[in-house]
Nanobody, 129 residues
Framework: QVQLLESGGGLVQPGGSLRLSCAASGFSLDDYVIGWFRQAPGKQREGVSC????????YYTDSVKGRFTISRDNTKNTLYLQMNSLKPEDTAVYYC??????????????????????WGQGTQVTVSS
């Protein structure tokens, strides 16, 4: 079965940390640009961070720079998002997505992932005291 499966979401206090994982099955992430997207209630979906397939170039939206770190382990066919210094405004459903080919990570993220080959089911992240 071809799918992306996110995990690692939850409830955390402001200033806390979470690590999201996105495991791919049924296909190899090697040739895909992949990324994390989020959507909060009443807001548009936005690209949080994306990473290239072969070159590993990364992109972060301004609001998470210095706090979030994206990484990929192609041997485990898994994408990660380490989220530190979490803020209430980070509360959203987080999705991972993949697009085959050499699209630059910045373009994949700025497109909010509307062009994609695979999309996960999402994991809820809630930052609240």
């Amino acid at each position: 079965q071809v799918q992306l499966l996110e995990s690692g979401g939850g409830l955390v206090q402001p200033g806390g940390s979470l690590r999201l994982s996105c495991a791919a099955s049924g296909f190899s992430l090697d040739d895909y640009v992949i990324g994390w997207f989020r959507q909060a209630p009443g807001k548009q979906r936005e690209g949080v961070s994306c990473i290239g397939g072969r070159d590993g170039n990364t992109y972060y939206t301004d609001s998470v720079k210095g706090r979030f770190t994206i990484s990929r382990d192609n041997t485990k066919n898994t994408l990660y998002l380490q989220m530190n210094s979490l803020k209430p405004e980070d509360t959203a459903v987080y999705y991972c997505a993949a697009l085959r080919g050499g699209v630059a990570p910045v373009l994949f993220c700025l497109d909010s992932g509307f062009a994609h080959d695979y999309w996960g089911q999402g994991t809820q992240v809630t930052v609240s005291s």
